[in-house]
């Protein structure tokens, strides 16, 4: 089995939630900081209503401001609808549209305004327009691993998730700890049962988590088979429309020690990374 963990960095997801808003310019300085480190992918912006997510307005203009000059690091953008889609997918610098699905109906609704029934439609007006466009398409199984909404869940339902979306061509599937209520033993079942199934299917983890209980999520996934990992430097950020704000992102810094103490290969500058986090312990420098 390969032994290279690939990390997405996410400031979009750390920056979505903060209560003021960084200007496009310092926003896109940010993300080329980032562009050298040897990141696969950074989940740099979203195409959504500034309405609903004001810190995410002018990702356009973001995008202007990023140099992908000598960079294999691919630019993710988040969409939640075929409009914000077709916006993103019109982005030449924007390489892979993600898309949050999620098997919590509550969920659907608050974050994209859907339900279990309309959201398939959806992926698949987004599946047409990435497809078009030559766009990769990463969908996210938000609340994969447990639910606090009440709604109905189990692994099977999730299980049956990924069916569904390897079913409709989806390439990359990320399972999504959006409140941190996954165990290790969850996290470690799902990834050990999907995997052997699905080998055409790069499947990944997207964690908000306590701290302290990152280490031993992050070796459940890694001893499942998961290669695929989403981070965001000093673990910034949360999501924002759950109630769980305060739960962060796992730290890339977290993911690099793991890696480290297991002799994993990651391919990341982990110097110029330590550099950033220690110039960026949050977002205030950027406010303005």
Request: charged content about 20%; proline content about 4%; some cysteine.
């Amino acid at each position: 089995m390969n032994n290279e963990l690939k990390i997405t960095e996410c400031p979009r997801d750390a920056q979505q939630g903060l209560s003021y808003t960084i200007p496009p310019e310092k926003r896109a300085a940010y993300i080329n900081a980032l562009m050298h480190a040897g990141f696969a992918v950074i989940d740099f912006g979203s195409f959504v209503s500034p309405k609903a997510v004001p810190q995410m307005a002018n990702s356009a203009k973001v995008l202007e401001g990023i140099n992908k000059e000598g960079s294999a690091t691919k630019l993710l953008a988040i969409i939640g609808n075929a409009r914000g889609a077709t916006e993103a997918a019109a982005q030449q610098k924007v390489d892979v549209l993600g898309f949050p699905y999620s098997i919590s109906n509550t969920f659907l609704e608050r974050n994209i305004h859907s339900d279990a029934s309309r959201v398939l439609h959806v992926l698949d007006e987004i599946a047409a327009i990435s497809q078009g466009n030559g766009k990769a398409l990463r969908v996210y199984i938000s609340m994969a691993f447990g639910n606090p909404y009440g709604d109905e869940w189990s692994e099977f339902m999730v299980q049956d998730a990924v069916y569904l979306l390897a079913g409709k061509g989806v390439q990359t599937i990320t399972l999504s700890d959006t409140t941190g209520l996954g165990t290790s033993q969850v996290i470690y079942n799902l990834f050990k049962t999907l995997i052997p199934r699905f080998p055409h299917v790069e499947l990944g983890l997207h964690l908000h988590t306590l701290p302290e209980q990152a280490m031993e999520k992050i070796d459940a996934a890694w001893k499942a088979g998961c290669r695929s990992f989403d981070g965001v430097i000093n673990g910034l950020g949360g999501c924002p429309l759950t109630g769980y704000e305060l739960l962060g992102n796992v730290n890339t810094l977290t993911l690099l020690h793991y890696c480290r103490r297991h002799n994993i290969a990651t391919g990341l500058n982990e110097n110029r990374i330590e550099q950033i986090a220690a110039a960026y312990p949050d977002f205030n420098r950027l406010k303005s």
